[in-house]
């Protein structure tokens, strides 16, 4: 048996999303406790280009960001290999395709 594999937190659109939902007040809240520990733990966060894409073609996107950077996430490229994975997903369903 080997040693556990690392955990790494990615961070995608709708955790700084949730910080500004006025019609989730629970959600909200737990989202401003997930933020204030990730501030103060050692832990390193991840998100990806597509994360950025899609924040940026938001209403607000500024505010979305700065939440976003607020963690200090290190940012992945997406290679073939996940973008072909992707497009499987939507082509099966299992999650929809963003509108363009």
């Known amino acids: 048996m080997g040693a556990p594999e690392e955990i790494k ?3 995608e659109t709708s955790v700084p999303n949730m910080l500004f ?3 989730a007040p629970d959600l909200r809240r737990m989202t401003q406790e997930f933020f204030a520990w990730a501030r103060l733990c050692a832990d390193e966060f991840y998100t990806s280009v597509v994360t950025e894409d899609e924040i ?6 500024r505010r979305l960001l ?11 490229t997406v290679g073939a290999q996940a973008r072909g994975l992707g ?12 509108p363009r």
């Open 21 to 23: 939902h006025d019609d």
């Open 9 to 11: 937190p990615y961070i």
């Open 56 to 61: 940026m073609r938001a209403p607000l996107p």
């Open 87 to 98: 497009r499987l997903y939507v082509q099966d369903g299992i999650i929809p395709a963003l």
């Open 66 to 76: 700065s939440a976003l950077k607020a963690l200090s996430p290190e940012t992945l």
